[in-house]
């Protein structure tokens, strides 16, 4: 084989691995934001034409999208928009409150000045102005509090688990955030008491915030999960939805 031949077959590969990493992004985006809809089929052909790239990385795209469970993949009928179930919800959360767990506990051990006045800033700014895209920003300064944490950890590894739960809590907080016009009152609050209870370094305390604030969270999810799928008078919106015992174990840790 010519020598110059394999130079360019590797150059060549490496573009359509960026080019798919590209197109992944911007589906994971319009799949966490809403602007494709659980249950909606995507088809090679169609976003193909409509994004201006070959179908090779369109496929590697979605594959890769339904390897993190964001699209359900069927074959012969390619793929759809994974919905959100309350199963969901309770696997993520469960999930969450033990990673999340860890992750205040080292931080408590090493976060520096700069990683609480960053948690500061965050917890204290919301959304600028007032756009229809609110529900996604109050979701993404939620996220982007959150991740502020897992880096003052400083372990890679559980970051690396965060990194794949977090397109599915902000997609469920999005949703949330539609679906109940509420949210503007709750962000920030519990977040600024938590960065404070980090910087006394008391562990404890904010060990039990973390768990309270997560199982809000949960429930807030699991009732606007069941309003939605059996929709009822004013005075049962606020019922509460019990975890599955696997939920239920995590979020008493």
Sequence with gaps: MDPTDSDLAAVAAIDSRSLGDEVADRLREAIVTGALSPGQRLREAELSATMKVSRSPIRDAL???????????????????????????EEVYSLRVTLEGLAVRLAIE???????AA??????????????HSEYQYAELDITFHDLIYRAA???????????LRPHILRFLVWRNMANPDFQYIYGSEHEQLVETLAEGDLDRAQEMIAHHLEGAYQRLADAYRHQENPAPAHRGTERVAPSSTARAGLSS
């Design 110 to 116: 090493r976060a520096t000045a700069g990683d609480l």
């Design 63 to 89: 594959s890769r999208l339904g390897s993190e469970r964001l699209l359900t993949l069927r074959p012969r009928h390619g793929a759809v928009v994974a919905s959100i179930a309350l199963r969901d919800i």
């Design 154 to 164: 400083r372990h890679e590894r559980l970051y690396d688990s965060w990194v794949l």
């Design 119 to 132: 948690m500061r800033e965050v917890a204290a700014r919301g959304p600028v102005g007032s756009t229809v």
